[in-house]
């Protein structure tokens, strides 16, 4: 697995593009981040409840580990891209997709600063 595989699989998410955040790739549902790719490009991040981190963490734990700090605690979730395989991560990115696509969208900040400057 590669970042390149990873942002394919993200986009291929329904209503999925990718956006930026704090210097590296996001990847939005509605204006929600529901994956990012690290700047090095060797890790990834899902947005995940904290259960649902806890049963792909005990799944696979050389792909998936809480990431250090609140984020973690709160479910957000480092993918080491080395050593996931494309039915893991497919199944985890979908989850995390659809947590946040089940949320009411948002304007993204790009496009309400864009809306005030435009008036």
Known sequence: ??????????????GAYEGAHMGHADFRIGGHIFATLYPDERFGVLLLTPE????????????????????????STQVTLSAA??????????????????????MDKSLRRQRVRST
Do not use: C, D, H
């Open 52 to 75: 649902q981190q806890g049963k792909f963490v005990r799944s696979a734990p050389r792909v998936f580990t809480p990431v250090k700090g609140g984020w973690g605690r709160r479910g």
């Open 85 to 106: 395989r494309s039915p893991t991560l497919r199944r985890a990115m979908t989850t995390a997709w659809q947590r946040q696509a089940a949320k009411p969208p948002r």
């Open 1 to 14: 697995m590669n970042a390149e595989y990873f942002r394919r699989i993200a986009l291929e998410m329904q």
